[in-house]
């Protein structure tokens, strides 16, 4: 079973980090949690952290190791030069984490992020 990460936030402001993990035996959840904004290195202790959100570690990094969390826009390089914008969503229906894209003159799409990721895609602005 993985480890489960959040970024917890207050108003849309990162203020600590959350993590699930099994310890001991019989197997047990344990919630640890972390004050620096979104520093997974940071030391993981027992209290709890204030917050009215959370948003769920992906399981995938950027191409410069950025961990994505559901929320954030990345930027996918295009096949036509350029570059398109998206947000990181969990897509029910599919059960996939996907990249949600709002064009303009077209429908909205969707790109699983296990393909974005190896095209070269960024995180360029955290979750809200």
Same mark, same amino acid.
């Given at each position: 079973?993985?480890?489960?990460?959040?970024?917890?936030?207050?108003n849309g402001k990162i203020v600590g980090c959350?993590r699930h993990v099994i310890v001991g035996c019989?197997?047990?959840?344990?919630? @640890?949690?972390?004050?620096?904004?979104? =520093?997974?290195?940071?030391?993981?202790?027992?209290?709890?952290?204030?917050?009215? =959100?959370? @948003?769920?570690?992906?399981?995938?990094?950027?191409?410069?190791?950025?961990?994505?969390?559901?929320?954030?826009?990345?930027?996918?390089?295009?096949?036509?030069?350029?570059?398109?914008?998206?947000?990181?969503? !969990?897509?029910?229906?599919?059960?996939?984490?996907?990249?949600?894209?709002?064009?303009? @003159?077209?429908? =909205? !799409?969707?790109?699983?992020?296990? =393909?974005?990721?190896?095209?070269?895609?960024?995180?360029?602005?955290?979750?809200?």
């Amino acid at each position: 079973m993985r480890e489960r990460k959040f970024r917890l936030l207050i108003n849309g402001k990162i203020v600590g980090c959350e993590r699930h993990v099994i310890v001991g035996c019989p197997s047990r959840y344990e919630i @640890q949690h972390s004050r620096v904004s979104g =520093d997974s290195d940071a030391p993981w202790v027992g209290w709890n952290i204030r917050y009215n =959100d959370k @948003q769920d570690f992906t399981g995938f990094t950027d191409t410069d190791g950025v961990e994505i969390y559901e929320g954030d826009v990345v930027e996918v390089p295009s096949k036509r030069g350029g570059s398109l914008h998206g947000t990181v969503v !969990w897509l029910e229906k599919g059960g996939a984490w996907v990249v949600h894209f709002c064009l303009i @003159q077209t429908d =909205d !799409w969707y790109m699983p992020l296990c =393909d974005a990721v190896p095209k070269g895609c960024r995180v360029v602005k955290e979750g809200e």
